[in-house]
């Protein structure tokens, strides 16, 4: 299975993170020339160093709170990512859109809850983002990387467990193969298909087998799993 999010890139080069270091040990002056016009730039490294005087000063000069940067990543999305609730609400106080999807397809929620950011996923959440839509959603990005917390979450409020995947998996599926027997047994109780079919016949039980997990396996032939 190929999963976007699987790259999980950083939102800053190595090199950018050296800049953020140096600046917030103060080796490095933060203050513009005089006649300097502050930059797009700017702008991001304000939010990557989660400098919020500087993002609201930034906005209100009149950058765009939804602006991306060289991958296309939104603003939102390097706070979901960080977990910085804060900078988050501060950027959605701005108006920033909060649905907006990065070239791979993910939207802020979607990157929050693959880190297992649940104070901003609750926040996202609460302000409008969409948890159920076509093709890869927040739980199946939770699920893979066994976020127990952002799932259970997320089933609490209404996610469609048996949301499908390009390839037609569901996250029942991916927490059978990843190994995450938390969150298997919170999709089966609530309702998640156990004999769900992916691409190629793949079902949660022989998905759960074949990465060896016995365990999972047994808890899927009791829910009714067949194949």
Not at 101 to 126: D, F, K, S, W
């Amino acid at each position: 299975m190929t999963l976007a999010a699987a790259r999980r890139p950083p939102p800053l080069g190595s090199a950018r993170r050296a800049l953020a270091a140096l600046l917030l040990l103060g080796s490095l002056a933060l203050a513009l020339p005089a006649n300097a016009q502050p930059t797009l730039d700017d702008l991001l490294r304000a939010v990557q160093t989660n400098d919020l005087v500087e993002v609201r000063a930034l906005i209100e000069r009149g950058f765009d709170p939804s602006s991306v940067d060289a991958r296309g990543n939104t603003l939102l999305m390097q706070a979901a990512w960080e977990g910085n609730a804060d900078m988050a609400k501060l950027l959605l106080d701005k108006r920033a859109r909060i649905n907006l999807r990065n070239p791979a397809g993910e939207t802020a929620i979607m990157l929050a809850a693959l880190r297992g950011q649940l104070p901003v996923v609750q926040l996202l959440y609460e302000r409008g983002a969409e948890i159920n839509h076509g093709g890869w959603t927040p739980l199946h990005y939770c699920a893979f990387e066994g976020k127990a917390e952002v799932c259970r979450f997320l089933v609490a409020k209404q996610a469609n467990v048996d949301a499908r995947a390009p390839n037609r998996a569901t996250a029942l599926m991916i927490a059978s193969r990843q190994g995450s027997e938390d969150i298997v047994k919170l999709l089966l109780a609530a309702g998640a298909d156990a004999n769900a079919e992916a691409d190629r016949g793949g079902t949660p039980l022989s998905w759960a087998l074949k990465a060896g997990n016995t365990d999972i396996g047994d808890l899927l032939k009791k829910a009714g799993a067949k194949k």
